[in-house]
């Protein structure tokens, strides 16, 4: 008997977003055929499921002892589940995920989605210098094999380095990239103002690159 098909396997931009985000809050369940995410934006579930042209109950629950909601979908597609894990994924994969087999072409977006699941962007003044503004754009794994591959496709794609951070304080492992990276590596990502993202972040990132000096290196967002 065929296994039904949910989820249309298919590369496409939408497509490699949302594995980015599911490389990152979400999760393969132990039975071979459930898939679960969450996410504490409710923008980023309809995301998800707007990407991979689902429609499933979304469930809401607090989060252990602060006031936080997380909205949480799970649906079955043991045809999805198994293309999963022939990329890359695979259950219990945080501290053990590795590389994910995306498309050169399709990077990017994979990485957008990586970004807007557990990556960080921090802009601030450094008090040490007049007038400097500074910031960092961060993503973010509890595993280092996984960390290094997606350092290793950004400097193949893009042409930089960035920088491995892995305090022995905290169990996850940070790629930083400085302001100068961040000029090329953002608009990599945001390649054109279509694109889905969660748009909190985006706004972020715009509202720092106006406040570089005419735009420096001509660098903003689409």
């Given at each position: 008997?065929?296994?039904?098909?949910?989820?249309?396997?298919?590369?496409?931009?939408?497509?490699?977003?949302?594995?980015?985000?599911?490389?990152?809050?979400?999760?393969?369940?132990?039975?071979?055929?459930?898939?679960?995410?969450?996410?504490?934006?409710?923008?980023?579930?309809?995301?998800?499921?707007?990407?991979?042209?689902?429609?499933?109950?979304?469930?809401?629950?607090?989060?252990?002892?602060?006031?936080?909601?997380?909205?949480?979908?799970?649906?079955?597609?043991?045809?999805?589940?198994?293309?999963?894990?022939?990329?890359?994924?695979?259950?219990?994969?945080?501290?053990?995920?590795?590389?994910?087999?995306?498309?050169?072409?399709?990077?990017?977006?994979?990485?957008?989605?990586?970004?807007?699941?557990?990556?960080?962007?921090?802009?601030?003044?450094?008090?040490?210098?007049?007038?400097?503004?500074?910031?960092?754009?961060?993503?973010?794994?509890?595993?280092?094999?996984?960390?290094?591959?997606?350092q290793k496709k950004i400097n193949a794609l893009v042409g930089i380095h960035g920088y491995i951070d892995a305090p022995p304080s905290i169990s996850v492992i940070q790629l930083k990239y400085a302001k100068r990276e961040s000029l090329k590596l953002l608009p990599y990502?945001?390649?054109?103002?279509?694109?889905?993202?969660?748009?909190?972040?985006?706004?972020?990132?715009?509202?720092?690159?106006?406040?570089?000096?005419?735009?420096?290196?001509?660098?903003?967002?689409?």
């Amino acid at each position: 008997m065929k296994a039904k098909m949910k989820v249309e396997i298919k590369w496409s931009p939408n497509f490699a977003y949302a594995l980015g985000l599911l490389a990152t809050d979400g999760s393969l369940s132990i039975d071979n055929r459930h898939i679960d995410f969450t996410s504490k934006d409710i923008e980023q579930i309809k995301n998800f499921m707007q990407c991979l042209k689902i429609e499933v109950a979304v469930g809401y629950k607090k989060s252990g002892t602060s006031s936080s909601i997380t909205a949480r979908i799970q649906f079955s597609d043991v045809n999805f589940y198994r293309f999963l894990e022939s990329i890359g994924f695979m259950p219990r994969k945080s501290k053990i995920i590795r590389e994910i087999k995306i498309p050169d072409i399709y990077f990017r977006d994979f990485l957008r989605g990586h970004f807007d699941g557990d990556g960080s962007f921090y802009p601030y003044y450094d008090k040490r210098w007049k007038s400097s503004f500074i910031f960092y754009t961060s993503f973010t794994s509890a595993s280092k094999i996984h960390i290094m591959w997606i350092q290793k496709k950004i400097n193949a794609l893009v042409g930089i380095h960035g920088y491995i951070d892995a305090p022995p304080s905290i169990s996850v492992i940070q790629l930083k990239y400085a302001k100068r990276e961040s000029l090329k590596l953002l608009p990599y990502m945001y390649y054109n103002e279509k694109v889905v993202c969660l748009s909190r972040k985006r706004n972020k990132i715009k509202a720092a690159m106006r406040k570089c000096a005419g735009g420096e290196m001509g660098n903003t967002l689409p």
